[in-house]
């Protein structure tokens, strides 16, 4: 997505997509700063003059008053268009510095002025504002320094204030997204928590169970019988010899 080209006031947020945009430094400081090598063929007496010499309006000798209004005019357009190319790569400058490895370097265009040199009348600088895919935090990391590059120069542009919105509003679905996520590990350890808690718990009943048992009397058993009592049943009986007299 590049910032200084039209853009929407609704950026799709859909993750994974690299959107860029570019970071403008405005529209020229005035109509006379738009004149380009194309409009600068009709060459006034004093421009073919300074052609032929040194190219600085204020060498040339005095003329008429009509040629020396000329002159000054295009005096003052050329420190405006100076003026204006400073300005401009101050602008986009501080986009690219503050954007760091999210920001492209800058692309200018430019105006032929009246002494026949090309001034820099206008940039932008692209920078990268899709989220980062399944990361929240990076994702808010990222659109923090996206923001501070949208509103890094002394003066931003419309376009300016637009990425720096879209950026917000990238920041807010990942925010959100952050805060859900937070949430699933937070009940995900207290469910760990719990399960460990109730298997420390039934392992402690169950040696308790265990001492339980191992602390009751064991049940006394009568003493098996000796071996004299079997021999003593596997005797026969002997026969009864008394004899009893009857009356």
């Given at each position: 997505?590049?910032?200084?080209?039209?853009?929407?006031?609704?950026?799709?947020?859909?993750?994974?997509?690299?959107?860029r945009?570019a970071?403008?430094?405005g529209?020229?400081?005035?109509?006379?700063?738009?004149?380009?090598?194309?409009?600068?063929?009709?060459?006034?007496?004093?421009?073919v003059?300074?052609?032929?010499?040194?190219?600085?309006?204020?060498?040339?000798?005095?003329?008429?008053?009509?040629?020396?209004?000329?002159?000054q005019?295009?005096?003052?357009?050329?420190?405006?268009?100076?003026?204006?190319?400073?300005?401009v790569?101050?602008?986009?400058?501080?986009?690219?510095?503050?954007?760091?490895?999210?920001?492209?370097?800058?692309?200018?265009?430019?105006?032929?002025?009246?002494d026949?040199?090309?001034?820099?009348?206008?940039?932008?600088?692209?920078?990268?504002?899709?989220?980062?895919?399944?990361?929240?935090?990076a994702?808010?990391?990222?659109?923090?320094?996206?923001?501070?590059?949208?509103?890094?120069p002394?003066?931003p542009?419309?376009?300016?204030?637009?990425?720096?919105?879209?950026?917000?509003?990238i920041?807010?679905?990942?925010?959100?997204?952050?805060?859900?996520?937070?949430?699933?590990?937070?009940?995900?350890?207290?469910?760990?928590?719990?399960?460990?808690?109730?298997?420390?718990?039934?392992?402690?009943?169950?040696?308790?169970?265990?001492?339980?048992?191992?602390?009751?009397?064991?049940?006394?058993?009568?003493?098996?019988?000796?071996?004299?009592?079997?021999?003593?049943?596997?005797?026969?009986?002997?026969?009864?010899?008394?004899?009893?007299?009857?009356?």
């Amino acid at each position: 997505m590049l910032i200084g080209s039209p853009l929407p006031l609704a950026v799709p947020l859909a993750s994974g997509l690299d959107k860029r945009v570019a970071m403008t430094a405005g529209p020229p400081a005035s109509p006379a700063l738009a004149e380009d090598s194309s409009s600068a063929t009709a060459e006034s007496p004093a421009a073919v003059q300074r052609a032929a010499g040194s190219g600085d309006p204020r060498e040339q000798s005095p003329g008429d008053p009509a040629e020396q209004a000329q002159q000054q005019r295009e005096l003052l357009q050329v420190r405006q268009l100076a003026s204006r190319e400073r300005e401009v790569i101050a602008h986009e400058q501080a986009h690219s510095a503050v954007g760091g490895r999210y920001a492209g370097a800058p692309s200018y265009s430019y105006t032929r002025g009246p002494d026949g040199r090309s001034y820099i009348s206008g940039g932008e600088v692209s920078i990268d504002v899709s989220p980062v895919p399944n990361d929240p935090e990076a994702t808010l990391r990222k659109m923090e320094v996206v923001q501070r590059a949208a509103l890094a120069p002394a003066e931003p542009s419309g376009q300016d204030l637009r990425v720096a919105a879209a950026a917000r509003a990238i920041a807010a679905q990942a925010r959100a997204e952050l805060a859900e996520q937070q949430r699933a590990e937070q009940q995900a350890a207290q469910a760990e928590r719990q399960a460990r808690a109730d298997a420390a718990e039934q392992a402690t009943r169950e040696a308790a169970a265990e001492e339980s048992v191992d602390a009751q009397p064991a049940m006394r058993l009568p003493p098996p019988p000796s071996l004299e009592l079997y021999l003593l049943l596997g005797r026969p009986l002997a026969p009864d010899t008394s004899f009893r007299a009857r009356a």
